[in-house]
């Protein structure tokens, strides 16, 4: 479903991708983990195309994406949410859902069949009651919800999270994971970047681990945290704190 | 309960002419010049959030516009529309360059074109006759701005309603609140932009045309002037931004002050446009409407339409 070819993005002087290779394939969950500035935010960007990449390809559904910028590369069928919630805060939540689904999607449907849509998601959220409350009134988890409201308004095949779970507490993140589990049994694939292991090992069938731009490891969760490159990396300061902390 | 409080005013600012208040009736016209400028200029500025500093370049240049083309004989319809259309062409010229700015750039950027259009006025004497001025032919034309006027009052409030109800105004509002992710969630967020500019203009344009006929005499200062730039703004922001109802009242709150002490301290007036915007940023930044007590009655009675 996405192929990425030798991508590589600098800023500058600095590179904060170089070469990277993968491919998510139909249906699957894919996870993205690394340490903080492994690029892995910026790879989304690449990909949902906020930013050109420096070289190196992307292919989504068999179609070039590469130059494609994010109002059309979402309107194909590829959706995401940010790593800090940012809905449309003076708006209500159902209007935050109907900007996705008016403009997000090739065809349009009108108001009354957005609107219909729009509460269809928000049960499914459990944020229906919230539909006339203003965005910046919601609780953080809600706000959460509400990002991944508004991308799936645009009917996504593709969807991008960015730390979904990030700053919800645990009961939150495991109601999280429900939530994108059942996403993706209605047929929509997902590749997700997350810092909580228990959510990327439990959900990803298959995970790619980048650091400072380079992808390092990629595979089944189980062979990926028992790499010795990731372990170096990232997860082998984890396993020492946690064995301190466990008497 | 909304239908009935504007039905009554509307009923009331309809026969007002039958009363032969001359006074009255100027000061009507002039309330809703302002109240069309303030409202139009929210179009684009509080619905986006761009805030147009040069909203009154578009008046003024539908003004002049006007004013040559009737001279030279142009039949007064046609005047009106061309001077509508130089807006509207004016608005799609400029946004290309002014929306690649965002935040106070894109205002003073705004507002150096209504310097620019003020210096070119003064200086281009031999189209424009400079500081002289411009005349058309006289008439005594009262009655017909002032139903004109409230023609266009009434025409801007009915378009802002059915802004704030449509996907279009859906967008707009996007992009004032995060116009990168808009973006990124297909709105086509120059095109919003270009578009709200326009219909902005376009109000802004006609309304300059009428001020010319009306007047009979317009020169660079009465029309782009810094007072006349900052006097939309200020209305808009005193009334509250992004409500429909807000610049109008803003603008019959700021004008009747305007005229209590203009009578009394000759030149404050030139200093309070600047002061209003300032202490209202300060500490009123939603406007009067959203005040708690203002803002409950308004909802009361339906009058509250924001976006």
Redesign the interface.
Known sequence: MLVVQELSKTFGGLTALSGIDFQVEQGSITGIIGPNGAGKTTMFNLI?G?FLPTSGSIRFKGRDITRI????V??IGM??T?QNA??????SVL?NV???I????KDRPN?KRAESEAMDILRFLDLERHAPVLADQLSPLNKKRLELA?ALG?QPELLLLDEIAAGLIPSETLEMMEVIKQIRSRGTTILMIEHIMKAVMDLSDRVIVLNYGVKIAEGKPQEVSSNPKVIEAYLGEEVEEKGEETP | MNRIILGIVLLFLLIFPVFNLPYLNTFLIILFMYILLAESYDILGGYTGYINMGHIAFFGIGAYTFGLLWNTGLSLYLSFLAGTLAAVVFAILISFPLFRLQGAYFSLAAFALVKLMEHLTLNLSSITHGSDGLKVLEGNRMIPMYYLSLLLVVAVVVVSFLITR??FG??M??V???E??????????QRIKTTAMVISASFAGLMGSFYTWYTIFINPSMVFGTEMALMPIAMAMLGGSGVIIGPVIGAVFLLIVEETLWTRFAYLHTAAYGLVILLVGLFMPGGLVRLRPVRRFLIRVGLFKEL
Request: glycine share 6%.
């Open positions: 949902s906020t910028k994010s109002d059309k979402c309107r959706s995401r940010y940012r809905p449309f805060e003076a708006l209007q109907l900007i996705g008016s403009y997000g999607r108001i508004r645009t | 449509s996907r859906l967008a509002a996007s004032r609140e995060e990168e992710i808009a973006f990124d969630f297909g709105v086509p967020v």
